[in-house]
């Protein structure tokens, strides 16, 4: 068995115990379930740099402990005064160290659009995400069929809910309904290997239409590794790991910020 089916094996567990805790109405008793949410897709859209989606994530399961002095809030507030386009919470707690609830405490003093990165396969968790502060959901065509791409999609967005559509190879393009599907992420990372290859976002993003934005996912730490898809058919970079080993996070972001600047 992978990592990602195990990963999903134990999603299915937490999906029944959610099932079971909860019916879909009792959500709508949350704090921000009523509440409007912010745009991801326009944050990128009014940005004409490659825009920056920056990470909140204290470990992997091929890295273990990413960064020991971890305080989610501090983190996310130094995301906030750098202006990012968004910012992505893990809230997987048995492989990457999260919590729902670091959504939550963010969402209370956020000020751009908070992307919930987990594995989604029930529309239990859509809810859940819209109510503990979520604008955005992460979707992963790797573990969902078409159908379920579909319906999960269409479950976030009766709740005002931007989808972040993930592929990792061409093969899952079939997945994707460009009319619906408005932001396209391309994981570098191969889920099954963990090896990492820039060229892949670089490759799919080019079968991509022009009215889609494309977010290139991991392996983007230094100034080449930025320059390399900067004129490329991509918008955005979900960065996690780079600036969850800074010593100086701020410092990190401004230099990517200025990296990421392209010439009128």
Known sequence: MTILEEIVEVKKEEVKKLRKGFTLSRFSDYQFFENKT?????????????????????????????????????????????????????????????????????????SVPLLRKDFIIDEYQVYEAKAYGADVVLLICEILSEAQVKELTHAANELDLE????????????????????????????????????????????????????????????????????NEKIDALLIGEHFMRAQNISDELKKFKEWCHRES
């Open 38 to 110: 912010l745009s991801l897709y326009k944050n990128i859209s009014y940005d004409k740099n490659l825009s920056i989606i920056a990470e909140i994530k204290k470990a992997s399961p091929s890295k273990g402990i990413i960064r020991e002095d971890f305080n989610y809030l501090d983190i996310a507030k130094i995301y906030f005064e750098n202006e990012v386009s968004g910012i992505s919470v893990l809230t997987d707690k048995n492989f990457f160290k999260g919590s729902i609830e670091y959504l939550n405490s963010i969402a209370k003093i956020k």
């Open 163 to 230: 989808v972040l559509l993930e592929l990792h190879s061409k093969e899952q393009l079939n997945k994707v309904d460009f009319d619906l599907h408005k932001i396209v992420g391309i994981n570098n990372r191969d889920l099954k290997t963990f090896d990492v290859d820039i060229n892949n976002s670089i490759e799919i993003s080019k079968l991509i239409p022009g009215n889609v934005y494309v977010v290139a996912e991991s392996g983007f730490s230094d100034k080449t590794s930025v320059d390399k898809v900067k």
